[in-house]
């Protein structure tokens, strides 16, 4: 009898520790960016950034507030895809290669460019900053 309750109380136990974990849908970086943050000058400026993780897609891409998804024609879980728009362009190069390039900045604020990552339930962003038209 004594030992059905202990084995009843490791499962217990371990039912209470397995449930404590991360909650549902809270998935650890499985993108691994090189680096979230960019800051370019007001000329046209790129950046590669890599990832350490192979399974992911662009989500997508904002400038001063202007949302892009849902990019037409472009299969996002591809190992390699261009999306060229208003004033960037975002590729996958392969698996593990995030480019970024933007044009010159003519506007006399600064423009903030997002670009939405996605892997399975973890989302992450880069972040470029380019400064106003000198």
């Not at 209470?16 to 809270?26: A, D, H, I, L, R």
């Not at 998935?27 to 890599?50: M, P, R």
């Not at 989500?59 to 895809?81: C, L, M, Q, R």
Request: glycine content about 4%; hydrophobic content about 40%.
């Amino acid at each position: 009898m004594k030992r059905i309750l202990f084995i009843n109380l490791i499962i217990v136990f371990v039912i209470t520790f397995w449930s404590c974990s991360k909650p549902k849908g809270e998935w650890d970086d499985n993108i691994k960016l090189s680096t979230k943050a960019v800051v370019f000058s007001a000329y046209s400026d790129s950046v590669s950034i890599k990832t350490g993780g192979s399974w992911w897609w662009i989500n997508d891409v904002s400038v001063n507030g202007t949302w892009f998804s849902h990019f037409k024609d472009i299969n996002p879980e591809a190992d390699s895809y261009i999306i060229n728009k208003d004033c960037f362009v975002v590729e996958r190069r392969n698996k593990n290669t995030l480019f970024i390039k933007v044009e010159e900045n003519p506007l006399s604020i600064q423009r903030i460019i997002t670009v939405g990552l996605e892997a399975g339930d973890y989302f992450d962003r880069v972040t470029i900053t380019q400064k106003p038209r000198p």
